[in-house]
């Protein structure tokens, strides 16, 4: 069950604080943790959340009263809400879009949940317009967990909207992090006015051998110390298949090569892609024979100082 | 032929209750777009988002013009440093994982 929040200890207030106490009170702890000036900072915009319900109770003159009466007992607040449903009240409708659709890991992006002009006016709420006028539906917020590997190509995905399943592509070599605005699958308009967006925010997991900067990958080889003295040839698994390596003689552990166009896609530019920087790890052979020892022993004599 | 790409100010003003000389100076501070047709002001639709956001840093937050021009500058860089952040935190993920090689010294195939 969930826990009783002293709004007013939220708003640093007492209960016997003014609207404007209150007003003054939700501006200023708005103007340190407003999401909108706490970009990508989940835990300021978990903080506003409850600063922006403790002002939507509280500034309301009908559920501050209700919020006075019950306090801790809040949850007889519902016998309360029948008792007036059966005389016909109405409630505020309070509260913004933060669900609608089903199937991503959770909400995010920046606004946090609001959305007003088109969740709440365009929803028909302001009553300020003529009821026939149409109206864009809200934009939605969502992310989209993928691996490293699911980035590299082009995708199809079936995303859940409103119980709707949509087909969208997902364009290769999309980054961490990276929003795209998908148009027209936000919430529907209202009176035959246009859907809303949704915002897809992707979280690409990278626990695979490369890492990813950019467009660029790098990663890290093992090469046997013979064919790092003598030079050879080694053949390395990329995320476009298999390459084949021409090793210098003498190769230097920790050396680093370049294969052009051997990384990762560039967003939305078809055919170009990043460099992969492979470094060498060379491995020193154990488990040595007497034979093989007395080799290197020999080997090492013939070292000049 | 009616558009759907763009909102009339006037419409905006009434429903978030801010004055119309509000989102002009918003557009003289070049913090908005505002297209006029036929002697009608309009945003478009795909600016919503960001005029909104400039909306409640006026209604929500008591901020002045000044304030809201100073914040969408600060917000920019503050922008830009998260990315140039996300790239070195990945860059130092190279170094974590025990590869300190430079990168000058490279060969390329």
Not at chain 1, 162 to 180: L, M
Not at chain 1, 224 to 252: C, F, H, R
Request: one cysteine or more; charged letters at 25%.
């Amino acid at each position: 069950m969930a826990e009783f929040i002293d709004y007013y200890k939220v708003l640093g207030l007492t209960k016997d604080a003014t609207t404007d106490d209150i007003k003054k009170a939700y501006r200023k702890l708005a103007r340190k943790h407003h999401p909108d000036l706490n970009p990508n900072n989940p835990e300021a915009q978990r903080t506003f959340q409850q600063i922006n319900e403790a002002n939507e109770v509280l500034s309301d003159p009908e559920n501050r009263k209700k919020y006075d009466q019950y306090g801790e007992n809040w949850k007889h607040a519902e016998q309360f809400e029948q008792a007036r449903q059966q005389q016909g009240g109405r409630h505020g409708a309070g509260g913004s879009q933060t669900g609608g659709f089903e199937g991503f890991g959770g909400f995010g992006g920046e606004g946090g949940d609001y959305s007003e002009f088109f969740e709440q006016m365009f929803g028909g709420r302001g009553g300020q317009r003529e009821s026939q006028a149409r109206y864009r539906g809200g934009d939605y917020n969502a992310e989209l967990q993928m691996t490293l590997e699911d980035a590299y190509l082009t995708r199809q995905e079936v995303l859940t909207i409103d119980g709707k399943k949509v087909r969208i592509t997902i364009p290769a070599g999309v980054e961490d992090g990276q929003t795209i605005k998908l148009k027209g699958y936000g919430a529907p308009g209202a009176n035959g006015g246009p859907a809303g967006d949704l915002y897809l925010k992707f979280v690409v997991h990278n626990n695979g051998p490369y890492k990813r900067v950019g467009n660029d990958l790098y990663k890290t080889v093992d090469l046997p110390l013979y064919t790092a003295l003598l030079g050879g040839e080694i053949v390395v698994d990329t995320l476009s298949g298999k390459l084949k390596l021409k090793v210098a003689p003498e190769t230097q552990n920790g050396t680093k090569i370049r294969a052009r166009g051997k990384g990762f896609p560039v967003y939305k530019q078809e055919g170009k892609f990043g460099d992969l920087y492979i470094t060498y790890n060379i491995l020193i052979p154990t488990g040595l024979t007497d034979e093989q020892k007395e080799l290197i022993k020999q080997l090492a004599g013939t070292q000049k100082p | 032929m009616e558009r759907t790409d763009l909102i009339l100010v006037n419409d905006f003003c009434v429903y978030h209750k801010v004055s119309y000389t509000f989102i002009t100076g918003l557009q003289e501070a070049g913090l908005v777009e505002i297209i006029t047709i036929e002697g009608e002001s309009f945003l478009p639709v795909d600016n919503i988002r960001d005029v909104e956001k400039l909306v409640r840093f006026h209604v929500d937050m008591d901020i002045n013009m000044a304030g809201i021009e100073a914040i969408s500058n600060l917000l920019r860089q503050i922008d830009e440093m998260q990315q140039n952040l996300h790239t070195l935190q990945q860059k130092l993920l190279l170094y974590e994982a025990g590869d300190e090689a430079a990168i000058d010294d490279t060969n390329t195939y």
